[in-house]
């Protein structure tokens, strides 16, 4: 089994900053890819960013430049710093793991959501 847990989610204004955390625990043989998905409300949920197990990036181009994923592979955790925050970034956001696990092989898996909203 394996489980995914978010933090760092919270309420800023436009232009800060907020970090999220995802860590991944349980039975992991290996971690393909680790990311952030997000979902407004009466949206669908859209790739934030993602990182692959050769530490390649890609972002949706509504965050490039502002948005930076990092990743601890000694702790299966991936960090998403978001600078320069805008009202329209307001939403839940899903952490998401595509990992080979030791008893089912590979799957995806999602955390609980943590939202996220900017506002004055």
């Known amino acids: 089994q394996v489980q995914l847990v978010e933090s760092g989610g919270g309420l800023v204004q436009p232009g800060g900053s907020l970090r999220l955390s995802c860590a991944a625990s349980?039975?992991?043989?290996?971690?393909?890819?680790m990311g952030w998905y997000r979902q407004a409300p009466g949206k669908q949920r859209e790739l934030v960013a993602t990182?692959?197990?050769?530490?390649?990036?890609n972002y949706a181009d509504s965050v490039k430049g502002r948005f930076t994923l990092s990743r601890d592979n000694a702790k299966n955790t991936v960090y998403l710093q978001m600078n320069s925050l805008k009202p329209e970034d307001t939403a839940v956001y899903y952490c998401?793991?595509?990992?080979?696990?030791?008893?089912?092989?590979?799957?995806?898996?999602w955390g609980q959501g943590t939202q996220v909203t900017v506002s004055s």
């Open positions: 998401h793991a595509d990992i080979r696990a030791t008893t089912r092989g590979r799957s995806d898996y």
């Open positions: 349980g039975s992991i043989f290996s971690i393909v890819s």
């Open positions: 990182i692959n197990s050769s530490g390649f990036t």
